[in-house]
């Protein structure tokens, strides 16, 4: 496996992003208002073609669905949640995703028996970003999620403020998340939350041994 391979690994799409999404087991935090939106993003990883994420947040019947979808000449990805937002935080409700890579991959789902503990990472990155914008944990803290196939990750996360970020979407102001995993502490996660729209991502940088493996960043935004 080259080096271009080894930094994708193990995720077979939405390169860095999906597998790190993290959810919470916390007490929940203080109430922040979801906005439906239409976003797309910019994933750039070296050695690889530039990639668009097209990311959607709507209401429907009561539940709020989340979808990522992604395609490039040699893989393909896609995920989506239904979920409720309740005082206790996100609850998931079903969870579907489908994967290739050079033509190997597979379809994923979750059940709401399976869901009834840990939300999915779609789900989790509302959360995630509800959290940070209303101040839900000021020092370094620990989640876990569920991630595709329904195994528990740890993560740690910690809020770093905000940053003036100059995107082909805007200029924003975005809220930063460092995230990491307590076994590989050389892998690093930054995530640029937009202030008003919970799950919307601003930029999110992947680094690993202190250096820049990837970037997603927005190019256009439509609220909905």
Known sequence: MNRSLRDLAPLPLLALLLAWLPTFTQAAAPETLLQPFQANYRLEVRGWPNATIEHQLTRESGHWK????ASIAVARGNERSRFI????GVRSVNYAS????????????????????LPDRQAALIELSRRALNGGCQESCRLTYQD???REEILDYQPLGTEILSLPAGEFEAVKVAVNEPETPEREMLFHFHPQFPGLL????????????????LTSLEPR
Do not use: C, W
Not at 85 to 88: A, D, G, I, K, S
């Open 202 to 217: 601003l930029a999110v940088d992947y680094r690993r041994d202190g250096e820049r493996r990837s970037r997603l960043i």
């Open 148 to 150: 595709h196939r329904g």
């Open 85 to 88: 937002v309740t005082p206790e």
């Open 98 to 117: 489908g994967y290739s890579l050079f033509g190997v991959g597979g379809n994923y789902r979750l059940g709401s028996s399976e869901l009834a503990k």
């Open 66 to 69: 989340s979808r990522m979808q």
